[in-house]
């Protein structure tokens, strides 16, 4: 188990070095830091000068890969890849556009972010499996035929509709919640119940079907009929039997999401005024902030590496069979 | 060069998109010579949820291929400041790139108001000071609710006609569409009887029961669910504006229908950039595994591993450095506008080619140590025939079903990329930029609905169409599904 987790580690390791290249080769290489500095400067009426002072304020003046004018190992750290994209290994992200530093901005911000994206996963998990549970009970009669009818047009909904009118409804129509912002402590609740409740909304129509469909290829194997075969009532093949053999497709499509739920969403936290992760890499893409995006992918990416490796893991708690060597 | 009225200009996303309509074709030739996909297709042809979502998809490729047509009109007076400094006899042509769409839809893309406007309304949205004649003949002024330039304006001092004008209309398009409607009806009931043999009634029981072997029945709804709308709205649009007016004064409908070409852009050019990424990629992987295999795997999965948006995000700010720093690139508005969505499909092809590769991938392992394939290698054949002959056709259903699934859901990323500002052009049409310009003005007071409410009703349709079609290609060309049905 422990030399499994370890090979799966460092299977890891070059996998985030690739995604740094990716994002390196974004940045640098189709466009030279002399771009960037002349975009965020504006386009019109930029001396040299002050291209050349931008990009030593920000440490971008040094070579791409190899620093031929230094020696020893500066060879390859006093460069912009060691910089900028190799220290990310160690968490350090360096600081946005208006200085600020962004690991601890992330700190900070992933207490929101998480605050709506996790109830949003947990209740939405639930409202999904429950209603594909019980369109599987009643398979193949109306209520299964109008069930998955209104999935799809529930799926065919852009997300950004979902959020216009239920805040539109509940905020502005019913005057139930305030429309946007985030408080903390108790009060909450208030801020955080509407998002998550169109976060859970705008999820159902695709993930119900999924599910169904799990469901219904489970209700097909022989286990099923000998389980009946032997008298066990329908709600209980259904849950004893088919809930538990799906769980192995289902784990797979949800632990990977688990890490990355301290993302946050992009939609529904710009939207609502959430100070979260979602509407930080908003700001910093309408900002032209390369550094917090560079940032955001990459830990992104290692999130969802560490969501793998946890779905693998996930494996052998409900399927004994399942063993690391 | 000849004294055209108009210059053509074939942008590169026209290209692209006939080049697409040319494979269509192409693959509709293939799958008529290989049973097994003219079996699936035939499957497809009698699902009726499927038929009747392919003919509405149909009327929005119409849409989106009118829209692909693109020119410069020629200057009236010859003397305009574009196109090259003409001289003397020189035609000049207009800077702007217009489409056979524009010039179809003339009236509303020149008749502009002066901002917000209900729909069919004659009247403005807002008050606004205007200067009234009073009965003695004197001038005074008033804060009332101004008359619209063009919305209403044949009914001159007669306002009051207003609901009976747009009564008239309805009905009348509603006659014009039932008999258009009953006319391909009773054609396809006659062409039904002379390739069957029997009756024209007969034969149009047979569709009304849905005894025949495609689905008439659904097509003939859907072509009434589409005519019996479109023809009094099309009416209604010579001398009103159907949907409203926006901020600017535009009409709400023009702009509807000029997002449909955006929308079919995304979602059809962007699988024209995956499809053979993945193809390749998935299938040399699969047949040659080894260390191609080995680079292959590591690839997808180091770019997979990259959260979608963020990538999409990174590469879009990229490329928009990349323009705004290369400003001489481009010659007009619209060639930038339309290089940008390209490089925008591109983008969205190239994060999103990984999940059809490692599909393809595993089916090709899979097909590779089947007796066929053994026996072809024992016999010498090559491997780029064995690939092109022997794995490829039996791929293809998997190819089919990725790629009608991949539209819907790239035609909705396409509104949140453009809310998130990593999408199109602002300056282009396109249901995301028609959201995110009008999701404040619900909170205005009166409130602003309908643009909104005319790219959700446009939006739902296409996506929901493209849904449905979707699962009825699935459920033809999964070979699992296809036993059990």
Redo the contacts between chains.
């Keep these: 188990m422990l030399v499994y987790l370890v090979r799966r580690l460092l299977y890891a390791v ?2 985030l070095l ?2 740094n290249l ?2 390196f080769a ?2 640098f290489v ?2 030279t830091p002399d ?2 500095a ?2 965020q400067l504006g ?1 019109k009426r930029v001396t040299p000068a002050a291209i050349e002072r931008w990009k030593a304020e920000r440490g971008y003046d040094r070579p791409l890969f190899i620093n031929l004018a230094a020696s020893g190992s500066e060879r390859f750290t006093d460069t912009i890849f060691f910089s900028k994209s190799a220290r990310m290994f160690a968490g350090d992200f360096g600081r946005a556009e208006d200085g600020r530093d962004i690991a601890r901005e992330i700190r900070t911000r992933m207490g929101p972010s998480l605050a709506i994206a996790l109830p949003t996963f947990l209740l939405g998990l639930l409202v999904t499996v429950s209603f594909a549970l019980l369109l599987t009970f009643f398979r193949a009669s109306y209520l299964d035929v109008w069930g998955v009818v209104l999935c ?2 529930l ?7 979902y959020i ?1 009118g239920g805040q ?1 409804l509940v905020s ?1 129509l019913w005057k139930l919640v305030p429309i946007s912002g985030y408080g903390g402590g108790l009060d909450a609740w208030k801020f955080v119940i509407l998002p998550v409740l169109i976060g859970v909304a705008s999820g159902i129509g695709s993930s119900t079907r999924w599910y169904r469909t799990i469901f219904l290829e489970e209700m097909a194997r022989d286990y099923v009929r000998t389980a009946r075969a032997k008298g066990l009532s329908e709600v209980g093949v259904l849950f004893r039997h088919v809930l538990r053999n799906a769980l192995i497709p289902i784990l797979t499509g949800v632990v990977v999401v688990i890490p ?1 739920l301290f ?1 946050g969403s ?2 529904s936290e ?1 939207f609502f005024g959430i100070p979260g992760l979602g509407s930080y ?2 700001d910093a ?2 900002a ?1 902030d ?1 550094a917090v ?2 940032a ?2 990459f830990i ?2 290692l999130l ?2 560490i969501g ?1 490796i946890l779905t693998d893991l996930s494996y052998t708690f409900v399927d004994p069979r399942i063993r690391f060597n | 060069m000849p004294d055209l009225p108009f210059l053509p200009v074939l942008l590169w996303s026209d290209l692209l998109i006939w080049l697409l309509l040319f494979g269509a074709l192409l693959l509709g030739w293939l799958s008529a010579r290989n049973p097994l996909l003219c079996a699936a297709w035939q499957r497809v042809g009698r699902n009726r949820a499927g038929i009747a979502s392919a003919t509405l998809l149909l009327a929005f490729v119409v849409v989106g291929l009118l829209d692909s047509l693109h020119y410069r009109p020629r200057l009236e007076n010859g003397s305009g400041p574009a196109a090259g400094g003409s001289v003397g006899s020189a035609p000049a042509y207009a800077v702007e790139v217009l489409s056979l769409l524009d010039e179809l839809l003339a009236p509303l893309r020149t008749r502009h108001e002066k901002t917000y406007s209900e729909p069919l309304a004659t009247r403005a949205h807002a008050k606004e000071a205007i200067e009234v004649r009073t009965p003695d003949g004197e001038l005074r002024q008033v804060r009332d609710y101004p008359r619209l330039r063009h919305g209403g304006a044949h009914l001159g001092a007669d306002e009051a006609r207003h609901a009976a004008d747009i009564g008239e209309r309805v009905l009348h398009g509603l006659a014009l569409a039932l008999l258009a409607w009953w006319a391909v009806a009773a054609a396809t009931a006659a062409g039904l009887a002379r390739a069957e043999g029997g009756t024209p009634r007969a034969a149009w029981r047979r569709i009304w029961h849905g005894d025949s072997g495609f689905a008439w029945n659904a097509l003939l709804a859907a072509l009434a669910g589409l005519l019996l709308p479109a023809v009094p709205m099309a009416l209604l649009a010579v001398d009103y504006h159907v949907f409203g007016t926006d901020k600017v004064g535009q009409d709400v409908l023009y702009q509807v229908l000029k997002s449909v070409r955006t929308a079919l852009v995304i979602g059809l050019v962007t699988t024209l950039v995956m499809l053979p990424l993945s193809i390749f990629l998935g299938v040399v992987a699969g047949y040659f595994r080894g260390w191609v295999d080995d680079l292959i795997q ?2 997808y ?3 997979s ?3 979608g ?3 999409i ?3 879009v ?2 490329m ?3 323009i ?2 290369h ?1 001489q690139w481009f010659a007009t508005a619209a060639e930038r506008a339309d290089l940008r969505l390209l490089a925008l499909c591109f983008i969205l092809g190239l994060t999103s080619w990984t999940g059809l590769c490692r599909l393809l991938r595993g089916e090709t392992l899979k097909l590779r140590e089947l007796e066929y394939i053994q026996a072809a290698q024992a016999f010498g054949v090559t491997d780029l025939r064995i690939i092109a002959r022997h794995l490829l056709p039996n791929l293809m259903h998997i190819v089919i079903i990725a790629l009608v699934m991949d539209f ?1 859901s790239l035609v ?1 990323a396409e ?2 990329l453009s ?4 999408g199109v052009d602002p300056t282009m049409i396109s ?1 995301g930029t028609m ?1 995110n310009n009008a ?1 404040l003005e ?2 205005r007071e009166p409130m602003v609905w309908w643009s ?1 409410a005319a790219a ?1 009703v446009f ?2 349709t296409l ?2 169409a493209a ?2 079609l979707a ?1 009825a290609v699935r459920d033809a060309f999964d070979p699992r599904l296809a036993g059990s049905a």
Excluded: C, E, H, W
């Design positions: 070059p996998i690739g995604v990716i994002t974004l940045f189709v466009n771009d960037m002349r975009m386009v799809v047009a799926m065919s909904i852009s997300g950004l509709f216009i539109y502005k990355l993302m992009l939609l710009s890499t908003i893409i309408n032209q390369f995006v560079r955001m992918v992104g990416s969802y590496i793998l | 590591y690839l999965t180091t770019l591993s990259i959260p948006v963020l990538l995000a990174a590469a700010l990229m928009q450095v990349l705004d720093t400003p819907s909705l509104a949140v809310y998130v500002g990593i249901f959201i999701r619900l909170a909104l959700f939006m739902f996506v929901l849904n449905l699962d």
